[in-house]
């Protein structure tokens, strides 16, 4: 039973008491499952704040383990060692509110700022000099990773569990893609900021918005190229 616990959701809530043979289920307001915690909000501030903590505790190792900060080896231990902190499972809990977005760019923006040899002097320069995008643009990727694998079934998730799939039969919709043979997706109209921000909802507009030569990628590596080259011309 200690394993067993009850979160309850929305300001609605009735909170009830709940039991599973006889004992009564203990409340709590925050529980991490798969690595990732919530809590009674469902909004990600609280993990994006865990995130930034660890990776900023691995960052502050290496940085003295190694005095000579290069933008080859360095920039390699940070994409390993720190960056993958700030991105575990980020389709799950993409931040949208700015603070928690800056929470964890600054952890990047710190370790950009240790490599020895750079000419920019803005954050913005030397990310590219680096050839190194924003965190932010890297969830927006793997949000169009993620649903990609889901379309052609290299995760096991059906499509429309959780997309609106736009058919040729519906009214013209800036959401419809004319070309046959790609899916487009229905955004569906949400009142909550909770709501507008979830994986399907956003992911389903950043699709719509791809050039139609991306989305008719045929395998993962092909659209990943693809989307790589989609972002360098918006640069």
Wanted: proline residues 3%; positive net charge; aromatic residues 10%.
């Amino acid at each position: 039973m200690s394993k067993c616990k009850v979160m309850h959701l929305g300001s609605r809530n009735n909170n009830f008491t709940y039991t599973m043979k006889g004992e009564i289920l203990s409340v709590v307001d925050r529980e991490k499952d798969i690595g990732i915690t919530f809590n009674e909000s469902l909004k990600p501030g609280l993990y994006c704040k865990e995130a930034a903590r660890i990776a900023r505790g691995v960052l502050f190792q290496i940085s003295r383990s190694f005095h000579y900060r290069d933008r080859h080896v360095f920039l390699n231990l940070y994409k390993r060692y720190v960056r993958v902190h700030l991105e575990f499972a980020t389709p799950v809990w993409s931040p949208w509110q700015v603070g928690d977005i800056a929470t964890l760019e600054k952890v990047q923006q710190k370790a950009v700022g240790m490599i020895s040899g750079l000419k920019g002097k803005t954050y913005e320069e030397k990310l590219k000099e680096l050839n190194l995008p924003t965190l932010e643009n890297r969830r927006y990727r793997a949000d169009l990773i993620q649903l990609f694998k889901i379309l052609n079934n290299i995760d096991s998730v059906e499509a429309r569990t959780w997309f609106q799939i736009v058919n040729e039969n519906r009214p013209n919709t800036r959401a419809i893609n004319s070309d046959h043979g790609v899916i487009s997706f229905q955004i569906p109209v949400k009142r909550t900021e909770l709501s507008r921000n979830v994986f399907s909802v956003r992911a389903a507009k950043f699709w719509n918005d791809l050039p139609v030569h991306v989305k008719k990628a045929v395998t993962l590596s092909t659209f990943k190229k693809r989307l790589d080259i989609h972002f360098q011309t918006l640069a």
